[in-house]
């Protein structure tokens, strides 16, 4: 596939570390060795995956003309706080939408991402209800802009679109090219997977590369069938983007929604300990909402014997260390 046809920025400036978890591994005592892919140390202020997606959507902005961002997420959403960040760095204007997916939960006061939002300059936030329709509240946000005299340029939530989910087709590449220079066959990939893009960009580049390593999302807030279907959509979105001409089987993606708990950012006992075990026996900070669930999955699977003794198992780490400031009562209680 041939990726640098597309317009990108370049904020992904080196491929970022793939490494075994040793202490963790011997810990889990499930007969398995757990690797993991460092997005959490992407650059753009605290990290995180979205800065392979924004190194696509970014370009176009610019490519079109545009000053001023304009994207939608959570109330703590890392997407958020990275589309601004890369804003920042670009001299562009950033306006958020914010949607409080637990009602009443946004705090102008609050820690963590939202605290960033605020030191990095946000020009304006935008709370809506759970449920709106975020893709019209931002085309609300735009059309003032646009009559005020500025371009913007709205960035789905996530930047889950096909062209944002090309930074997962490259992290796939990227993978592969590490794993061949270290000669480690990986024999299965657990990702998380929220607005799709991250899980959906993996499985477009594996199929695109003709590679057949079994992929397991972990789902943070939708049910099985639909987060699968969204993960499918966007996967064949990217593939035809780049020109690819196969397409990704409904039977290839699989999305647990197992480790969900009671709802998108809530906590959960089994996020706590995997958060907790990965700091204690790595130094590894997972976050409250995305790869603690996910690990928490990982973890629970591995218990259960889902991954053949002697397997390696290659985790993506997709970052969001910094909404765990905005949940410390969590971690102190132990829940
Ligand atoms: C957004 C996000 C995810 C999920 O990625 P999607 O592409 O939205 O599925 C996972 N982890 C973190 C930390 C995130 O911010």
């Known amino acids: 596939m041939n990726l640098a046809k597309f317009a990108r920025r370049g904020y992904v400036t080196a491929p970022t570390p793939l490494e075994f978890l040793p202490n963790f591994s011997r810990a889990l005592g499930a007969g398995v060795s757990v690797y993991m892919k460092r997005d959490d140390m992407l650059p753009g202020a605290g990290g995180g ?6 190194d696509f959507c970014v370009a176009d902005a610019l490519n079109k003309g545009c000053d001023t961002l304009i994207t939608c997420g959570a109330v703590q959403s890392n997407h958020c706080r990275l589309t601004l ?10 306006h958020l939408v914010l949607e409080e997916r637990v009602p009443d939960s946004y705090n102008p006061e609050a820690s963590g991402n939202n605290f960033l939002f605020q030191l990095m300059g946000v020009k304006n936030i935008t709370v809506a209800q759970k449920g709106t329709d975020m893709m019209a509240a931002m085309q609300k946000v735009a059309d003032k802009l646009s009559a005020e005299g500025k371009k913007p340029y709205i960035i789905p939530g996530g930047a889950s679109n096909a062209l944002g989910s090309l930074g997962y087709v490259s992290c796939m590449e990227e993978i592969m090219a590490q794993v061949f220079h270290i000669g480690l066959k990986i024999d299965h990939m657990v990702v998380p997977s929220g607005s799709a893009g991250t899980h959906g960009g993996i499985i477009a580049g594996m199929i695109g590369n003709n590679i057949d390593i079994p992929v397991t999302g972990i789902g943070v807030n939708r049910p099985k069938l639909v987060q699968e279907q969204a993960v499918l959509t ?6 035809e983007l780049i020109g690819v001409d196969v397409r990704v089987l409904a039977e290839k993606v699989v999305a647990f929604d197992d480790y ?10 089994s996020m706590v300990e995997a958060v907790k ?6 130094a590894v900070l997972l976050d409250p ?3 603690g669930k996910a690990m928490a999955g990982l973890i629970d699977l ?3 014997g889902y991954f053949p003794k002697g397997s390696n198992v290659l985790f993506l780490h ?7 400031y905005a949940y410390l009562p969590t971690f102190r209680q132990g829940k």
Request: charged share 20%; aromatic share 6%; proline share 6%.
């Open 85 to 94: 960040s890369w804003a920042v760095h670009e001299g562009m204007d950033c």
């Open 49 to 54: 995956n979205k800065t392979r997606k924004l």
């Open 234 to 239: 966007v996967a064949n979105a990217s593939l």
């Open 318 to 324: 997709t970052g969001g260390s910094p909404a765990l």
């Open 289 to 291: 909402v995305y790869s």
């Open 277 to 282: 075990m990965l700091a204690q026996t790595e």
């Open 302 to 304: 591995a218990r259960k």
């Open 260 to 269: 969900v708990g009671p709802g998108y950012s809530l906590p959960t006992d």
